[in-house]
């Protein structure tokens, strides 16, 4: 009689609400028990498919664990050890993946680990609703890609996202063959992804956050502070708000590798970044300089005062001559002013920058800005070559997920009714340069793309209502 081998969960005493995971071998009546020494609640273990309930947050893994041991253990039945670099149809796709994520992770490849083992889920779940427990790389047929594709809507995964999954796998599928686990091809796959809504802020809705002011070192104020950055420094991903360091600070621009694609990307420093950059440099030199004092003459008057003085009087100025509707006299002050105003900006904004240079050199390894931990990332560099652990690769996604879920607080404070997100930030930016009639080689550059296609794909769900703006211009005349 041939040899079973189920999985179950061994309970010490009946009444115990956890127990380890065995397999069971049974032969000629008779059974013994391996133990994977892993321990899960009795809650968590399914009967009736021998199999972690989804509800354990490791039930993929342990999953995978159990039917690899079962395909060790059947090796040993037959005195033959498991060989999954051989060439024939009863290698497990299943144990391929899972071992490549191990791989990954331990190279540090954790961003593409996260990626395989969200699929590796994905087959998990199809397969425990077939009453399978594995799959072979000589199943990965067309039928099969079809099936797949059902499960995702069952599942109400977005066109989309099965699209990365399928390309995911096909990714890991061809890897395998790259070592030898196997000589077939993948199934043809041509499905093109759903054109997204780009969501961006209105100009009213940029206002209403620059206007809206919160208590220094809240919640709000920083991430009201971090937002506006990531717009004024060309639309800036929220990986390398987090990341950039003051030793990025180079002869008045932001020179770094972006964290995503790793390619050189370089931004000027403008004035009204330095400002929100002066807002964490907290001491007395600094504070010193925030407040320096400028005089100026002006139809015989003369004017002593910060920054913010100058800018208060011009705007009373500008108020006066609406009130006076616009005398022709009033103008002309209006024009002095704000020649006078460009330059004390000009003077203001260069002292600033001399002493963020100055202060860069002596805090090179500190970041911009207080989200990450300095300490904790002291010994990360992160240029072309980066590759995060798994705890820093955590740490920066819980970042992320915290600012997004802050956002969502500075989008109620501000009544904005787009939904906030950190990658709203690029997509505005991306428009005030689509508002300014900005070429496309311009917004590659500025966006940090390494090639004109990039942009020309991105810009896609942006043109539609630029060329209706343009079709209004032009039958305007007709009204």
């Known amino acids: 009689m041939s040899k079973t081998f189920t999985p179950c969960l061994r309970l010490k005493y009946k009444n115990d609400k956890e127990g380890y995971i065995n397999i069971r071998i049974t032969e000629n009546r008779a059974s013994k028990y391996i133990s994977l020494r892993k321990k899960i609640k009795k809650s968590e ?18 999953n995978s664990l159990i039917f ?3 395909e060790e253990l059947k090796g040993e039945t037959t005195n033959k050890t498991l060989d999954i670099h051989s060439l024939n149809e009863k290698n497990s796709l299943l144990v391929f993946i899972n071992e490549e994520v191990e791989h990954l992770r331990k190279v540090n490849s954790i961003g593409t680990s996260k990626r395989f083992k969200s699929v590796y889920y ?13 799959i072979t790389f000589s199943e990965i047929t067309p039928g099969f890609l079809r099936e797949f594709e059902a499960y995702f809507f ?5 066109i989309n996202s099965q699209i990365n999954y399928i390309r995911a796998l096909k990714q890991m599928f061809n890897k395998a063959k790259e070592l030898e686990y196997h000589n077939l ?9 759903k054109r997204v809504d780009k969501k961006r802020l209105t100009g009213l809705e940029f206002d209403k956050i620059i206007r809206n002011d919160f208590d220094k070192g809240s919640v709000l104020y920083n991430v009201k502070n971090f937002f506006l950055f990531q717009i004024f420094s060309q639309g800036l991903r929220v990986s390398d708000l987090f990341t950039l360091r003051f030793s990025n600070i180079v002869e008045g621009r932001i020179v770094f590798h972006q964290f995503k694609t790793k390619t050189k990307h370089s931004v000027l420093i403008n004035f009204q970044m330095i400002l ?14 925030l407040n320096q004092l400028f005089s100026a003459e002006i139809d015989g008057k003369k004017i002593t005062g910060n920054y913010k003085h100058f800018i208060n009087e011009y705007n009373l100025i500008k108020k006066e001559q609406k009130e006076n509707a616009f005398i022709k006299g009033d103008i002309s002050v209006l024009e002095r002013w704000k020649e006078l105003i460009d330059e004390v900006k000009f003077k ?18 500190n970041f911009l800005f207080p989200i990450l931990n300095n300490e904790h990332f002291e010994k990360v560099i992160f240029n072309q070559h980066t590759k995060l652990s798994l705890y820093h690769y955590n740490q920066l996604s819980s970042k992320t997920a915290l600012y997004n879920k802050n956002l969502k607080r500075l989008q109620k404070a501000c009544d904005i009714q787009i939904n906030l997100t950190s990658h709203i930030a690029r997509h505005t930016y991306t428009d005030m340069m689509l508002s300014k009639n900005s070429d496309v080689y311009n917004i590659s550059k500025s966006l940090g793309h390494s090639v004109l296609n990039t942009t020309e794909h991105y ?16 039958f305007d005349r007709f009204n």
């Open 154 to 158: 069952s599942e109400n995964v977005s």
């Open 122 to 134: 994905h087959l998990i779940k199809y397969l425990n609703q077939r009453k399978r427990n594995d």
């Open 276 to 289: 929100i950059l002066y807002k964490y440099i907290d001491n007395d030199e600094a504070i010193a300089i």
């Open 68 to 70: 690899k041991k079962i």
């Open 185 to 193: 091809f993948f199934p043809k796959y041509n499905r093109k992804k």
């Open 459 to 474: 810009l896609k769900d942006f043109s539609e209502e630029r060329v209706d703006e343009a079709n209004n211009k032009v």
């Open 348 to 365: 203001y904004g260069a002292s600033l920058l001399i002493y963020l240079q100055q202060y860069s050199k002596s805090n090179s390894n």
């Open 45 to 62: 273990w399914d009967k009736k498919r021998c199999l972690v309930k989804d509800s354990n947050n490791d039930a993929a893994f342990l």
